[in-house]
């Protein structure tokens, strides 16, 4: 099972712009599809973004044309590109390799 480690959340204001990683803790190349997932306080567990290895992308409704996921085979990194951030996005994000990070907060403010 690979280990996931969530890096670059914080507190930023709306209208303001993250990107998350997640560092997988081997090689993932055998792994076909990987995504981030959020968690805002109160609420189910969400499906973000998803990057299937045959290029295939989807987001959530709530994030398209906002948000990019983009993935490093070589350095086994997933990422999550955040724009434009609206306080409705606050929640603990979650990547997934078929096993779960750790999460890690992300706030926005008004």
């Known amino acids: 099972q690979v280990q996931l480690v969530e890096s670059g959340g914080g507190l930023v204001q709306a209208g303001g712009s993250l990107t998350l990683s997640c560092a997988a803790s081997?090689?993932?190349?055998?792994?076909?599809?990987v995504a981030w997932y959020r968690q805002a306080p109160g609420k189910q567990r969400e499906l973000v973004a998803t990057n299937v290895n045959n290029g295939v992308i989807n987001y959530a409704d709530s994030v398209k044309g906002r948000f990019t996921v983009s993935r490093d085979r070589a350095k086994n990194t997933l990422y999550l590109r955040m724009n434009n951030l609206k306080v409705e996005d606050t929640a603990v994000y979650y990547c997934?390799?078929?096993?779960w990070g750790q999460g890690i907060q992300v706030t926005v403010s008004a």
């Open positions: 997934n390799f078929g096993s």
């Open positions: 081997r090689s993932s190349w055998t792994i076909i599809t």
